[in-house]
């Protein structure tokens, strides 16, 4: 089956600054791929090029086997998008906001209508229905965001930093909800600089960095690939992580020095911490936890996903 | 999807994307700046009142300021029509209705318009949507026609009803030449006001600087001769001499000054026509970086 995104060389330049710089990805129906890369990355810049509202600069796109220069409204008919920052309309209420954006799909108004009603009930807002948008809380507007992306019952659905600023509880409630789209065989695209929130939705990831792709997989295969199986966190006080790491030069798989802590890659992390002691060395905190996305991303580029 | 009970939305159907992509689009594709406009027009609801208020109640304020002051105190023919002479107040008031056009623009081609981009950033949520810029532009522009229609209508209702249209027959298009002074005004407008993307209070430059001078200046109040020739080239520029004096043609049945009818019509549509070009351009450019 032909993949509904297929990016070959896909590149966006600004004036002198590559933003996306050549990119190959393919998106098959019903996965949920994620773009995972710090700011200024080129995440976004992407996800417009796939959402049909900014033009590639060079290299192939095909979205829904359509070129989006030639076939933008077609594409879009088929996309539901959920911008980085909102652009609910908050002089509507809760539920006009969604039927007049089923309008700008060509969708009657009664359909419109019973959609939205639908839609408030799939995001938790049937009490807020008539209120103003000014009133939800940040959470809640990102529902709403969702619900109105999904007025036009899209093939695909965008989702640019869905949780971003939001409270952990909010984030659960959200990711609750894409779950459910994605069971139903919704394709996901989303972008993010949590790796929890990659590991939790996406199949398969893309790690970005300076508009390039670093690695891709599945969130698994990618720690697999690229860290060991667990990391023993040392603290040793800032001035000192420097001089520790020396002395425990070959103890590890790998070993990463941070300005605030020394990561320590093994298979065993409490072996690698009793051997840590024996050399009498004794950190002020010591944690052993599974590697993360996070672990990948620093050995892939040397720094960390958040600053 | 109403068989869903759980609330989940509906997933993709089997049916082949891209065709089905082809169809969802070609509505939109049609229709795009229609659904625009019905959300702009929503949006006016908010601030209804306004627009009563000046579509009817500053006509009223200055009718009754004119026709009972500055008229009863300027009691003399101040032009001769082909039906003879005329009132100041008939003089006045194609000039009050081509202004109400105008005047609508200094608040829906302005604020509005950057608040579309910057601040309700309502322009990107549409934009998403299979509509395309240059709907956007159209739905907001066509919304605003219509407001503007019918302002200038109730507007000119109020001026016959107060005697200050000569010929009435003739007089009726006056809301046409309003709104095209409007759009002379407007247009070039909106496409400034898409143009900025930082606010540094250019609107209340605009205000002071260009709105009111142009009112002032206009020929609004007494015939643009009667100002020295150095000032009166303010009144060639402004659209709201070229539809004033459309206007007054229409209600006296002669042209009030040298300048033939159409040469003040093509004046308009030039302004206008470049005013559009230019507004479509900022919003592709503007939204499709
Ligand atoms: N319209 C634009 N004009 C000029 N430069 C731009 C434009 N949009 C993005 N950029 C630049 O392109 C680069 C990539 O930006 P982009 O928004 O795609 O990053 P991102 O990965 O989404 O970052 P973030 O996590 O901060 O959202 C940045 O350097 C940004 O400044
Ligand atoms: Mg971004």
Redesign the pocket.
């Known amino acids: 089956m032909t993949p509904v995104i297929a990016a070959r060389g896909l590149t966006k330049t ?1 004036g002198d ?1 590559t ?1 996306v710089d050549g990119i190959d990805f393919e998106v098959p129906a019903g996965e949920s791929f994620g773009l995972l ?10 996800m417009r090029m796939i959402g049909a509202v900014s033009s590639r600069s060079a290299g192939d796109l095909r979205v829904l086997g359509l070129d989006p220069d030639a076939h933008g409204p077609e594409i879009r008919s088929q996309l539901g998008v959920v911008p ?1 920052e909102d652009n609910l309309d908050p002089e509507l209420k809760v539920r006009e906001n969604l039927i007049v954006y089923g309008r700008y799909f060509g969708i009657p108004r009664a359909t419109c209508a019973s959609r939205a009603d639908e839609l408030l009930t799939f995001a938790q807002l049937e009490d807020k229905a008539r209120n103003k948008v000014d009133d939800l809380s940040g959470g809640m507007k990102r529902r709403l965001t969702i619900a109105r992306a999904l007025i036009n019952e899209p093939r695909i659905l965008m989702l640019d ?1 869905p949780t971003t600023g939001l409270d952990p509880q909010a984030r659960h409630v959200l990711w609750d909800r894409l779950f459910r789209l994605k069971e139903r065989g919704t394709t996901l695209v989303l ?1 993010t ?1 949590y790796m929890d929130e990659a590991e939790q939705l996406c199949d398969r990831l893309v790690v970005v960095d300076h508009g390039r792709i670093m690695a891709e997989g599945s969130p698994s295969a990618l720690i697999r690939q690229y860290a060991s199986r667990e990391v023993a966190e040392l603290r040793f006080g800032s001035d000192r992580n420097a001089e520790a790491a020396a002395r425990l030069e070959g103890m590890a798989e790998r070993i990463e020095v941070l300005p605030d802590r020394v990561l320590l890659y093994t298979d065993d992390g409490e072996a690698l911490l009793e051997r840590v002691t024996d050399l009498g060395l004794h950190p002020t905190t010591s944690l052993v936890r599974r590697s993360s996305l996070e672990d990948v991303f620093l050995r892939l580029t040397g720094r960390s996903l958040i600053e | 999807m109403s068989t869903h009970t759980s609330g989940t939305p509906a997933g993709p159907t089997t049916e082949d994307p891209t065709a089905r992509a082809m169809t969802a689009g070609a509505l939109p594709r049609r229709l795009g700046w229609w659904y625009v406009a019905e959300h702009t027009w929503r949006a006016m609801r908010a601030y209804a009142w306004t627009i009563v208020m000046e579509g009817i109640g500053q006509p009223l304020v200055y009718l009754l300021g004119i026709g009972l002051g500055l008229a009863a105190f300027i009691d003399v023919s101040v032009a001769d029509g082909a039906n003879g002479p005329v009132t100041y107040l008939e003089f006045v008031a194609p000039a009050l209705l081509a202004s109400s056009a105008i005047g609508i623009t200094m608040g829906e081609f302005t604020y509005v318009v950057m608040s579309g981009f910057k601040w309700r950033r309502l322009y990107w949520g549409m934009n998403a949507s299979p509509v395309q810029p240059q709907q956007i532009v159209g739905g907001i522009v066509f919304a605003v026609v219509v407001r503007m229609l019918l302002t200038t209508i109730a507007y000119y209702v109020l001026i016959v009803a107060f005697g200050a249209v000569v010929d009435p027959w003739t007089g009726a298009l006056m809301p046409l030449v309003g709104t095209l002074g409007g759009l002379a005004f407007g247009l070039p407008l909106l496409a400034y006001a898409a143009s900025i993307t930082e606010d540094k209070g250019q609107f209340a430059m605009v205000q002071r600087f260009v709105f009111t001078p142009l009112f002032l200046f206009s020929g609004t109040f007494y015939p643009l001769d009667t100002m020295p020739v150095w000032l009166q080239w303010i009144g060639w520029l402004s659209p709201l001499w070229h539809a004033t004096e459309i206007g007054r043609s229409l209600s006296y049945g002669s042209p009030p000054g040298a300048w033939p009818v159409g040469v003040h019509l093509a004046i308009l549509l030039v302004m206008a026509v470049t005013g559009w070009v230019l507004a479509r351009r900022m919003f592709v450019k503007r939204l499709r ?1």
């Open positions: 600004f600054l933003a890369g710090p700011n200024g990355a080129g995440k976004s810049t992407t980085q930093e972008t600089h | 970086g």
